[in-house]
């Protein structure tokens, strides 16, 4: 959706500020009162609280993670597995289970 207007509203305990779409769609952020909180700053901080709440709810899995901290999570998993035949990976790979009434 792309966003055509941006309205902002005070209500007695804070501000809405609506995102308005094409055609009738639009989307409203209600901030509630803070001290810090001001016509100027409202419309910044609605987008904000709507980027977090429409971003991934915990990271991007391995990829977030700090590549030292992924080091040692192998490091600690291959301590785990010793003696083991196969150490253990930090990749997860996936191999599609082929349907076997595909072929009928």
Do not use: C
């Amino acid at each position: 959706m792309a966003l055509s207007d941006i309205t902002v509203y005070q209500t007695e305990d804070g501000f809405v500020v609506e995102f308005g779409g094409e055609g009738e769609d639009s989307i409203a952020v209600t901030l509630r009162g803070a001290p810090e909180l001001t016509l100027e700053n409202a419309v910044p901080r609605a987008k904000a609280l709507l980027a977090a709440a429409t971003g991934p709810a915990h990271g991007d899995g391995a990829r977030s993670k700090d590549p030292a901290l992924l080091e040692e999570e192998l490091e600690e998993g291959l301590e785990d597995s010793f003696p083991a035949s196969d150490p253990v990976s930090v990749t997860v790979s996936s191999i599609p289970m082929r349907d076997p009434n595909a072929a009928r």
